[in-house]
């Protein structure tokens, strides 16, 4: 992991399979670097595939081998935590700006995303068949709204995350697992290394 440059990174140490929602090479890929970059809180880019490409090369990512974030969220702050059990590792790193607090459904749609929002890498020391990321995923977001309960959208509805966040599991050579629910080591590692990283930012 490294801060600089207005720029938090995370090199894998090898390309690795990464199941990523974030702007700039997400979807399923192959990824060596995760990139969470700062822009202002006024951002607003037409090509923004393009402007990504460009920073990211500027900075010396190579943007083929790159997912890329955005955020206004300070960088410093940023929180990190590591989980092991059974064989299984997971690492992550979060950084959480909430003044973009929404609730899906229930907040008003708007066409201009803004740039405060929770970006979330994960690592995973593991071997998953493809449901098994899907349920990653899905336990981080889970995990995300159970630490934020309590806290309102300026609509006043319960808020679960902001509008913009994004979530990128990668997986390093590790034990196979079948499945990777709440209750599966895999599964728990992942949880606990996200609320980790989560609550250490927010802090």
Same mark, same amino acid.
């Given at each position: 992991?490294?801060? #600089?440059?207005?720029?938090?990174?995370?090199?894998?140490?090898?390309?690795?399979?990464?199941?990523? +929602?974030?702007?700039?090479?997400?979807?399923?890929?192959?990824?060596?670097?995760?990139?969470?970059?700062?822009?202002?809180?006024?951002?607003?880019?037409?090509?923004?595939?393009?402007?990504?490409?460009?920073?990211?090369?500027?900075?010396?990512?190579?943007?083929?081998?790159?997912?890329?974030?955005?955020?206004?969220?300070?960088?410093?702050?940023?929180?990190?935590?590591?989980?092991?059990?059974?064989?299984?590792?997971?690492?992550?790193?979060?950084?959480?700006?909430?003044?973009?607090? +929404?609730?899906?459904?229930? +907040?008003?749609?708007?066409?201009?995303?803004?740039?405060?929002?929770?970006?979330?890498?994960?690592?995973?020391? #593991?071997?998953?068949?493809?449901? @098994?990321?899907?349920?990653?995923?899905?336990?981080? #977001?889970?995990?995300? #709204?159970?630490?934020?309960?309590?806290?309102?959208?300026?609509?006043?509805?319960?808020? $679960?995350?902001?509008?913009?966040?994004?979530? $990128?599991?990668? @997986?390093?050579?590790?034990?196979?697992?079948?499945?990777?629910?709440?209750?599966?080591?895999?599964?728990?590692?992942?949880?606990?290394?996200?609320?980790?990283?989560?609550? +250490?930012?927010?802090?």
């Amino acid at each position: 992991m490294r801060l #600089a440059r207005g720029t938090l990174s995370v090199d894998f140490g090898r390309l690795c399979p990464v199941l990523s +929602s974030a702007p700039y090479r997400g979807g399923w890929v192959k990824s060596r670097h995760w990139v969470n970059h700062h822009v202002g809180a006024d951002f607003r880019e037409a090509d923004l595939q393009g402007w990504i490409a460009a920073r990211l090369a500027s900075l010396g990512f190579p943007p083929e081998e790159t997912t890329g974030c955005l955020t206004a969220a300070r960088l410093e702050r940023y929180g990190q935590g590591s989980e092991m059990r059974d064989g299984f590792r997971a690492r992550a790193w979060v950084t959480a700006g909430l003044s973009n607090l +929404s609730a899906p459904g229930l +907040s008003p749609v708007f066409e201009v995303p803004l740039p405060h929002t929770i970006n979330a890498c994960v690592i995973v020391e #593991a071997e998953l068949p493809n449901a @098994a990321w899907v349920e990653l995923v899905q336990l981080v #977001a889970e995990v995300k #709204a159970r630490v934020l309960a309590g806290r309102r959208t300026p609509d006043g509805y319960p808020a $679960t995350g902001t509008s913009t966040d994004t979530v $990128t599991i990668a @997986a390093l050579p590790g034990p196979p697992a079948r499945y990777a629910g709440a209750v599966t080591p895999v599964g728990w590692c992942v949880a606990r290394a996200f609320e980790q990283a989560f609550r +250490s930012g927010l802090r």
